[in-house]
């Protein structure tokens, strides 16, 4: 009786087809990228220096606990209103502000808009955001706050550039950045609404908020 022999695989391209394979699945797979929040630090004080102190009504305490909860001065705030909050301790214009460039002295807020608080921020270069948050508290819900406050400043700078040039600041980053960041004449111009509202967001270290 005749042997049957068994048929032979060819196997030959199988590293072919594993390697399309390989190419196929990086190409469509989607990586989860982590968020973030563009922050330029601030530079160590020399120990020589003298820090200037500070009124209590210049500084908007926001503070994050371990539930994700949002408090503001103290209060128990929705997230959805911490930048009109934050819109309107910036922007009160109650007192006088550092001085700005040369000059010697600070002068008042003369386009602010806001009620002009005696218990609330002096000016927009006085105004300081300090925000806490406890060990616990998600990376998310903190980014989202972080998120809130910088769209604050950019209300105000969009309101005081439109007043000034007739554009939102934002059309006047993106005319900049058209010009290949070479146009002097719209540099100023962002110097200028920058220093008017100037970013001052700080971060208090960690701790255990309750």
């Known amino acids: 009786m005749a042997r049957r022999e068994n048929p032979e695989i060819n196997a030959g391209s199988m590293a072919d087809i594993a390697f399309l394979l390989l ?15 563009s922050k330029k630090l601030a530079e160590k004080t020399p120990p020589d220096v003298e820090l200037p102190k500070i009124k209590q009504r210049n500084i908007f305490e926001v503070s994050i606990n371990r539930n994700n909860q949002l408090f503001v001065e103290g209060e128990i705030m929705e997230l959805k ?8 301790f910036i922007d009160n214009g109650g007192g006088v502000g550092n001085p ?7 002068k008042e807020c003369d ?9 609330s921020s002096d000016h927009p270069n006085k105004a300081i955001i300090a925000v806490e948050s406890d060990r616990a508290t998600e990376y998310g819900t903190y980014v989202t706050v972080q ?5 604050a400043y950019r209300v105000l700078r969009n309101r005081l550039c439109q007043e000034k040039y007739g554009m939102s600041f934002t059309e006047l980053e993106e005319a900049f950045k058209d010009s290949q960041r070479k146009d002097n004449d719209l540099r100023e111009k962002m110097e200028v609404i920058k220093k008017s509202y100037p970013q001052i967001i700080t971060d208090v270290d960690p701790t255990s908020v309750q």
């Open 111 to 119: 386009y602010c808009k806001g009620e002009r608080d005696a218990e």
């Open 100 to 106: 700005i460039g040369d000059a010697k002295e600070g």
């Open 147 to 151: 998120n809130e406050l910088l769209a």
């Open 23 to 37: 190419i196929f699945f990086l190409v469509t797979t989607t990586m989860d990228v982590d968020s973030g929040v």
């Open 81 to 88: 209103d911490l930048k009109d909050a934050a819109v309107k």
